[in-house]
Antibody, heavy 118, light 113 residues
Framework: QLRLQESGSGLVKPSQTLSLTCAVSGGSISSGGYSWSWIRQPPGKGLEWIGYIYHSGSSYYNPSLESRVTMSVDRSKNQFSLELSSVTAADTALYYC??????????WGQGTLVTVSS | DIVMTQSPDSLAVSLGERATINCKSSQSVLSSSNNKNCLAWYHQKPGQPPKLLIYWASTRESGVPDRFSGSGSGTDFTLTISSLQAEDVAVYYCQQYYSTPLTFGGGTKVEIK
């Protein structure tokens, strides 16, 4: 059974870079037909798609965040990562990673809370 | 960006009764390549990540109970829970995948009356 698990910095200072990793188990990140997404949810609010990346490394980001987002994939470790630079309090959120099938999110991690505060 | 608007924001339904949630997109999400609507529904139970329920507006994901059904086309869509169960208490989201950026509705909270 596929499992995704987020990990990374839970507290980030304003203007610094948020870094998260999603470890994939029970399946290969190189499986054809899938991309791998990051989605975030500010406390008590709705969902915002950040972007996705393929195992090849090609990626697409939400234009609203594109200037600050970098995603990468490590096939040898079966994981993918998110970096978000120049963070502010508005970036405080629960960050989810998800397997993406035809731009549908069919398997999600449990999420990791990132707080931006000095 | 395609803006997704859900209504109502919340609703309370008695156990065994029908719950109906609406979702409207700012432009049509009907794909000309396959004549299918690029609209999905998820629910998010407290403390859990969202779970995919329905895609192509009306196709249930594997394992989803048949009390969940989706309908609609173009810009107007509906999720119906035919007989509300206690385990259906959640926030429900629609999502369009017609174009990037992928966008979600604001959510509808379903509670037991």
């Amino acid at each position: 059974q596929l499992r995704l698990q987020e990990s990374g910095s839970g507290l980030v200072k304003p203007s610094q870079t948020l870094s998260l990793t999603c470890a994939v188990s029970g399946g290969s990140i190189s499986s054809g037909g899938y991309s791998w997404s990051w989605i975030r949810q500010p406390p008590g609010k709705g969902l915002e798609w950040i972007g996705y990346i393929y195992h090849s490394g090609s990626s697409y980001y939400n234009p609203s965040l594109e200037s600050r987002v970098t995603m990468s994939v490590d096939r040898s470790k079966n994981q993918f990562s998110l970096e978000l630079s120049s963070v502010t309090a508005a970036d405080t959120a629960l960050y989810y990673c998800a397997r993406t099938r035809r731009e549908l999110f069919d398997c999600w991690g449990q999420g990791t809370l990132v707080t931006v505060s000095s | 960006d395609i803006v997704m608007t859900q209504s109502p924001d919340s609703l309370a339904v008695s156990l065994g009764e029908r719950a109906t949630i609406n979702c409207k997109s700012s432009q049509s999400v009907l794909s000309s390549s396959n004549n299918k609507n690029c609209l999905a529904w998820y629910h998010q139970k407290p403390g859990q990540p969202p779970k995919l329920l329905i895609y192509w507006a009306s196709t249930r994901e594997s394992g989803v109970p048949d009390r969940f059904s989706g309908s609609g086309s173009g810009t107007d869509f509906t999720l119906t829970i035919s007989s509300l169960q206690a385990e259906d208490v959640a926030v429900y989201y629609c999502q369009q995948y017609y174009s990037t950026p992928l966008t979600f509705g604001g959510g509808t909270k379903v509670e037991i009356k």
